[in-house]
Nanobody
Framework: FQLQASGGGLVQPGGSLRLSCEVS??????????IGWFRQAPGKEREGISC????????KYAASVKGRFTISKDNAKNTVYLQMNNLKLEDSALYFC????????????????????WGQGTLVTVSS
């Protein structure tokens, strides 16, 4: 079970990007309870920003991105997406996706401790 994040890039403030997190290595989204997106900027701690669970596909967002980011999944493609709109300078970071193997209480869903499988990061730079 492996995760492959992609879709990062350079974008101007107010712009949009869509990140993808593809499950590979013989695994599927059905193997885990949830997939989360995290980001880490230089000198800052890793921040959980969004997650989506297997069933019934509950979603959760950090206050810093709520209303601007949307998480979704395509089970047929074994891929979770993070649509990021109205990007701000402070959204610049290395973005990671990770798998939550077991069910945790909802309040823990954006905590890195709930995730045991991590993909490599994809860099998002918001700059004018």
């Amino acid at each position: 079970f492996q995760l492959q994040a992609s879709g990062g890039g350079l974008v101007q403030p107010g712009g949009s990007l869509r990140l993808s997190c593809e499950v590979s290595g013989g695994g599927s989204l059905g193997n885990v309870y949830g997939i989360g997106w995290f980001r880490q900027a230089p000198g800052k701690e890793r921040e959980g920003i969004s997650c989506i669970t297997k069933n019934p596909g509950e979603t959760k967002y950090a206050a810093s991105v709520k209303g601007r980011f949307t998480i979704s999944k395509d089970n047929a493609k074994n891929t979770v997406y993070l649509q990021m709109n109205n990007l701000k300078l402070e959204d610049s970071a290395l973005y990671f996706c990770a798998a939550m193997p077991s069910r945790y209480i909802t309040s823990y869903h954006l905590n890195p401790g709930a995730y045991s499988i991590w993909g490599q990061g994809t860099l998002v730079t918001v700059s004018s």
